[in-house]
C-alpha cells in the first residue's frame, strides 16, 4: 500500500471516535450521539452448526442491539455483518420500523469485509506482488 493510502487511511481511522462494547451495560452510554454503527455482533459459524442454529443466537444479538441503536442514535447509518447477513437484515428492517426510524438508506448490510484489503491495493495502483 502507498504511503499516501496509507497517510489517508490513518487520518481517516484518528478522527473517529471508536467504542468497543462488550455486553450491555455500556450500550445505552457509548451509542448517545453516534453517527455510525458497525454491528459486528453475534457468534461465529462452528462445524456442526447450521445455519438455522446460527440464525436463532445471532438474530436475538442483531435484534437488541438495533433496538438499542434506534433508541440512541436514531439518525445513525447501521451496517450489520451479523451472520447470516441475509437473515439479520430484515430483522433489522423490521425493528428499526417499528420503532420508526427505518430509513432504506440508513441500514446495510456488510457482507465484503474480506475484499476490502484487496480493493484498495487495486485502487492505489501498486502492483499486488508488493504487499
Known amino acids: 500500500m502507498s504511503k499516501e ?7 481517516a481511522i484518528h478522527s473517529l ?4 462494547v462488550t455486553g450491555t451495560l455500556e450500550l445505552d452510554s457509548a451509542l448517545k450521539g453516534v453517527e455510525v454503527v458497525v454491528l459486528p455482533a453475534g457468534v461465529l459459524r462452528k462445524p ?5 442454529d446460527l440464525f436463532n443466537v445471532n438474530a436475538n444479538i ?3 442491539l438495533v433496538k438499542a441503536d434506534s433508541e440512541h442514535c436514531p439518525d445513525a447509518i447501521i451496517n450489520t455483518i451479523s451472520n447470516p447477513v ?3 437484515m430484515p430483522i433489522a428492517a423490521e425493528v428499526l420500523g417499528h420503532t420508526g426510524v ?14 476490502f484489503r484487496p480493493n484498495m491495493i487495486c485502487f492505489s495502483k501498486e502492483e499486488p506482488e508488493t504487499h
Do not use: E
Open 5 to 11: 493510502l496509507q497517510l489517508i487511511l490513518i487520518t
Open 17 to 20: 471516535r471508536v467504542l468497543d
Open 48 to 52: 456442526g452448526v447450521t445455519r438455522d
Open 62 to 64: 442483531a435484534k437488541t
Open 86 to 88: 441475509n437473515s439479520t
Open 102 to 115: 427505518y430509513g432504506p438508506k440508513k441500514l446495510f448490510g456488510v457482507m465484503t469485509i474480506d475484499v
